[in-house]
C-alpha cells in the first residue's frame, strides 16, 4: 500500500467503526456483527502499529486506556459548572414555576424536564469536532482533566458528527448502569477483591484511576444534559440544543420531554419515579429546566445555582439509623441469614425495621455491631440491605474501647438447637436439623404451597407457622389430611394464643367458611404436574426451570427417583453439584417416605413419555431471553419457544444458539454480543412466533 492508501484505509476503517460504536453505545442498535468489529479494530491497530506518523488519539484503538500518568492536571472551566437547588415536596416545585411565571411574565412557560443521573458530572471539549479534553467538575471553577479515562468511555463520542462548532464543551453525566455494577462487585467478590459501595461511587472511583486501563475494564456510560463554552450560534432553546447534541453523536436520556405547568412537571416526576426501579441506571431525582435560553438569562443566578432550573428529588434509598439488635432467620434449605432489627427510618418512601445482612461473610464484612449506626439501602421492592457502619458513631465503653464484640453467627440453630455448619467454599452457614428444625418444616410447607410450586389458595405463611407450632403439620403429606374441624379448632387456639378472643356465632361461621375454603384449596391441589411437584419439594438447587427439564427428561417421577448421579448428569442443565444434591435428596429414606405419603394421600401429577429430542424449527438450538418483553412474559415466551422445540436456558454462553433481548436488557445482552451471538429483538422474537403459530 502507497502512504496515500494507507493513510485513506485508515480513515476508512476509524470511520467505520466510530459508526459502529456510535451505532452500539449511543443508539443502542448494533448493526455489524461483534466478529466484524473486532476484525476492523485489529486491522487498524496494525496499520497504526506500523505506520506511527498517522497515529491519533482519538482513535477507536485509544480506548483501551494506558499506564499510569502522574496526577490529574488541573482544568479551569471557561463557563463555570453549577449546582442545582433542590425542591423535595410538590410546593416547592409549584413555587418554582409561580416565581419563573412571575418573573418572564409568560404565563405558560415550557421546562425541559429530565431524569437527574446519579453519576458524576464532566465536560467534554471538542475542538474542530475532535476531542481535546474532558474534566471533572472540581468546585465548579476548577476541575481536574480525566481525559485519559473518559477516551475509554464508548458512549463518548472521540469525533463529532456532522458540522461542528469550532469550540464546544458539552456537559453530562458519567454513570455506571445497574448490571454493570452487579457484574463487576460479583467478579470483584470471587476474586476477594472490594466490591463498589453503589453505582455512583464506582463511576467516580473509576474515574479517579491513574491507569486508563483500569477505566477501560469499568462499565461506564454518558448522558449529555448541557453546554459549557461554545463558539457561533445556538439554538433558541435547552430541548433543541439536546436534539443537535444528539445528532452530534452524543447519547441524551431518552426520558427527557417538554412539558408545562406545576401540573406538567408533576406527572413527569410521577411518570419517571414509577420507572425509576426498572430503569438500567440509578437516578436520584429528576431536572427541571425552562426551556427558552432568553428566559434563562432573564432568571439569572444565585450563588451557585441557576433559579431557571430546580431537581426535584426522590426520597431518598439511603438512610441512617442504629441497630437494636442481630438476629438469624432459618429459611428452607436450613440457610441461616443474619438480619439487622433497628430504630424505625423511613427510606426509599417507607418505615423499616429490619434489613439483611445476607450471611455471616458480609456480617463480617461491615462488622455491624449492636449499638451501631448504619446506612440501609432500600430500592423498589427489595428488602432493605445494611450498605455500612459508620465506624465514628460506634459505641465505646469508658475505657474508649467498643462496648460490643464482633458479632458471631449462633453455633446452634435458634428454632430446633441443631448445630450450624458451613461447608467449605460456601457462603451460607445451615441448619443441619433438616425437617426435624420447626423453621425449615414451616420454609418447605411454605414453598410447598406458593403459587409456582403447588399453589395451595389461602395456604400462606401465617396459617403454616400456626399449622407446624400447634403440631397439626409435621410433613407435607399431613397436609392432604386436614379437616375442616382441625382448620377451626386450630385458628382458635391460634386466636387464644395471639390474645384474640372472638367468641361470637358469627365468628365461628366466619372460621368455619374459612376452614371450607382452605379445605377445598387442598384438595384441588391433588392434581397437579410432575415439574410442578418436582419444584415443591424443594431439592438445593432445583428451581423451576431444572424441575421441567427433569420433568420432560425422565417423564415420570419413578425413573428420576431410581436414576444415579451419572444417568443425572446426562440430563441438560444439570451439572455434577445439582446431580449430587439431587441423587441425595432422592437417597434420604425421610423424603421417599414423604412422596409415599402425597401418593397415599391421593396426590397424582401427570406423567409422560420422556421427551429427548424435540422436533420443530427451533430443535437443537438453544435460547436465552432476557430484558423485558412488552407482548407477553418470558415464561410465556420461554414456553412458545420450547414448544417449537428449543432449549430455553438463563445463561449465556458459547453453546448459545440465540438470544432474545427486551427491553433494558443488560449484563446478558452485554455476553451475547462479546461472544458474537445471534441476537433477536421482541419484533423479531414475534414475527418469529407469529410465522409458526
Ligand atoms: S444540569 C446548570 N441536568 O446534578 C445546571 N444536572 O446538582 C447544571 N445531574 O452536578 C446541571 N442529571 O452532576 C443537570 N439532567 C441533568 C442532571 C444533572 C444529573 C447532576 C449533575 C450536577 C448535579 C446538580
Redesign the pocket.
Known amino acids: 500500500m502507497s502512504g496515500r492508501e494507507t493513510a485513506a484505509r485508515i480513515a476508512d476503517l476509524r470511520r467505520r467503526l466510530d459508526d459502529a460504536s456510535h451505532r452500539y453505545h449511543v443508539l443502542d442498535d448494533p448493526d455489524i456483527p461483534d466478529a466484524e468489529y473486532d476484525a476492523m479494530l485489529r486491522e487498524l491497530d496494525e496499520l497504526e502499529a506500523a505506520h506511527p506518523e498517522f497515529a491519533d488519539p482519538n482513535s477507536p484503538t485509544q480506548r483501551v486506556g494506558f499506564a499510569a500518568s502522574g496526577r490529574f492536571e488541573p482544568v479551569a472551566h471557561a463557563v463555570p459548572?453549577?449546582?442545582?437547588a433542590n425542591a423535595f415536596t410538590d410546593e416547592e416545585v409549584a413555587d418554582f414555576v409561580a416565581r419563573i411565571e412571575k418573573e418572564t411574565g409568560d404565563a405558560a412557560p415550557r421546562f425541559s424536564a429530565?431524569?437527574?443521573?446519579d453519576?458524576?458530572?464532566i465536560s467534554l471539549r471538542y475542538e474542530g469536532g475532535a476531542f481535546v479534553r474532558g474534566a471533572t467538575?472540581g468546585d465548579g471553577a476548577t476541575g481536574e482533566d480525566v481525559s485519559a479515562n473518559l477516551r475509554t468511555i464508548k458512549s463518548i463520542p472521540l469525533k463529532l458528527r456532522g458540522a461542528a462548532p469550532e469550540v464546544l464543551e458539552v456537559?453530562g453525566?458519567v454513570y455506571m448502569p445497574r448490571a454493570g455494577f452487579e457484574q463487576y462487585n460479583a467478579r470483584a467478590r470471587e476474586l476477594g477483591d472490594k466490591p463498589l459501595a453503589n453505582p455512583r461511587n464506582g463511576a467516580a472511583g473509576s474515574l479517579r484511576q491513574l491507569d486508563s486501563r483500569i477505566t477501560a475494564q469499568r462499565p461506564l456510560a454518558f448522558y449529555a444534559?448541557?453546554l459549557g463554552e461554545v463558539s457561533g450560534a445556538l439554538p433558541a432553546t435547552h430541548s433543541e440544543v439536546l436534539r443537535w447534541l444528539r445528532g452530534l453523536g452524543f447519547a441524551v436520556s431518552p426520558l427527557v420531554d417538554v412539558v408545562e405547568g406545576t401540573d406538567g412537571l408533576l406527572a413527569y416526576y410521577r411518570n419517571v419515579g414509577a420507572q425509576r426501579d426498572e430503569l438500567p441506571y440509578d437516578i436520584d431525582g429528576v431536572?427541571y429546566?425552562l426551556d427558552r435560553f432568553d428566559q434563562q438569562r432573564a432568571m439569572g443566578f444565585v450563588s451557585r445555582a441557576?433559579r431557571w432550573?430546580i431537581?426535584h428529588k426522590f426520597p431518598a434509598q439511603e438512610a441512617a439509623t442504629t441497630v437494636e439488635s442481630i438476629e438469624v432467620n432459618v429459611g428452607r434449605t436450613g440457610a441461616v441469614t443474619p438480619w439487622v432489627l433497628m430504630a424505625p427510618v423511613h427510606v426509599g418512601g417507607v418505615n423499616v425495621t429490619r434489613a439483611t445482612l445476607h450471611n455471616a461473610d458480609q456480617v463480617a464484612r461491615l462488622d455491624v455491631r449492636k449499638g451501631d449506626t448504619i446506612i440501609v439501602r432500600r430500592a423498589g421492592d427489595v428488602i432493605p440491605e445494611v450498605v455500612r457502619v459508620i465506624g465514628e458513631r460506634r459505641p465505646l465503653d469508658a475505657s474508649g474501647q467498643p462496648l460490643h464484640a464482633p458479632y458471631q453467627l449462633p453455633t446452634h440453630c435458634p428454632d430446633c438447637g441443631s448445630a450450624v455448619e458451613r461447608e467449605a467454599g460456601e457462603v451460607v452457614a445451615r441448619c443441619t436439623g433438616g425437617l426435624v428444625c420447626p423453621a425449615q418444616r414451616k420454609q418447605a410447607l411454605i414453598h410447598f404451597a406458593s403459587r409456582r410450586a403447588i399453589d395451595i389458595e389461602g395456604l400462606g405463611e401465617r396459617f403454616v407457622d400456626a399449622l407446624v407450632e400447634f403440631g397439626y403439620v409435621h410433613g407435607i403429606a399431613d397436609l392432604y389430611r386436614l379437616t375442616v374441624e382441625d382448620l377451626v379448632e386450630m385458628k382458635q387456639r391460634s386466636d387464644e394464643a395471639a390474645g384474640v378472643v372472638p367468641e361470637t356465632v358469627k365468628a365461628g361461621k366466619v372460621a368455619t367458611r374459612w376452614a371450607e375454603n382452605l379445605v377445598a384449596a387442598i384438595d384441588a391441589s391433588r392434581s397437579t404436574t410432575l415439574e410442578r411437584l418436582l419444584f415443591a419439594l424443594g431439592i438445593r438447587d432445583v428451581g423451576e426451570s431444572t424441575a421441567k427439564v427433569l420433568a420432560r427428561h425422565f417423564g415420570a417421577l419413578a425413573p428420576l427417583m431410581a436414576a444415579d448421579e451419572e444417568a443425572l448428569k446426562d440430563v441438560p442443565d444439570v451439572g455434577p453439584v445439582v446431580a449430587a444434591r439431587i441423587a441425595h435428596f432422592f437417597a434420604e429414606p425421610h423424603n421417599r417416605e414423604a412422596i409415599a405419603a402425597l401418593q397415599a394421600a391421593g396426590m397424582h401429577w401427570s406423567e409422560g413419555a420422556p421427551q429427548r429430542a424435540a422436533d420443530g424449527p427451533l430443535a437443537g438450538k438453544t435460547v436465552v431471553l432476557t430484558g423485558g418483553l412488552a407482548a407477553m412474559s418470558r415464561d410465556e415466551a420461554g414456553a412458545r419457544l420450547e414448544a417449537l422445540g428449543a432449549k430455553v436456558s438463563g445463561s449465556v454462553s458459547r453453546k448459545t444458539s440465540l438470544v432474545v433481548a427486551g427491553e433494558a436488557a443488560g449484563s446478558k445482552l452485554a455476553k451475547a454480543r462479546e461472544l458474537g451471538l445471534e441476537i433477536w429483538d421482541e419484533a423479531a422474537l414475534l414475527a418469529f412466533l407469529a410465522a409458526y403459530a
Do not use: F
Open positions: 459548572m453549577l449546582s442545582l429530565e431524569p437527574k443521573l453519576g458524576l458530572a467538575r456537559r453525566e444534559y448541557a431536572v429546566k441557576p432550573a431537581a
